[in-house]
């Protein structure tokens, strides 16, 4: 089961991310996160089936954080490069992607990614707030 979606901005990237490790059901996922000018890019994908109720209401989540995400080219050979193996960094090299967070859901990386870019830039961006 995989859900793959577009959210506005960090603060909603983390929301999800902490809901995720919330359900039991859920803290096995392999989440990858990717940070983009106009927002971030959330796929999940779940270790096994959820219930219909489950899969219901984390759709129901996602949609009231984002909107359904309908993948470019590059973003779908990331992602097959992620599934097959390939290293994040091998990946980010590769195809000039900022790759968050992929594996375990963990709201840690995505704070450091947004904590050290914010430093960088001396300001926060909409899309990092």
Known sequence: MQYLYHLANA???LRFVEYLISRP???QSIVTVISQVDGW????????????????NMRAFLSELGVVYSPSQL????????????SVVDVMHRY???IVSHGLPQSSE?????????????YCPQNLA
Do not use: W
Request: glycine share 8%.
């Open 11 to 13: 603060s909603l990237t």
């Open 25 to 27: 059901y859920c803290s």
């Open 41 to 56: 890019i959330i796929n999940i994908k779940m270790k096994s089936p959820l219930h219909p109720q489950q899969d219901g």
């Open 75 to 86: 973003i779908n050979l990331v992602l097959t490069s992620l599934d097959t193996g390939a």
């Open 96 to 98: 000039q992607v900022a």
């Open 110 to 122: 995505i704070e450091a990614f947004r904590q050290h870019f914010i430093n960088g830039l001396g």
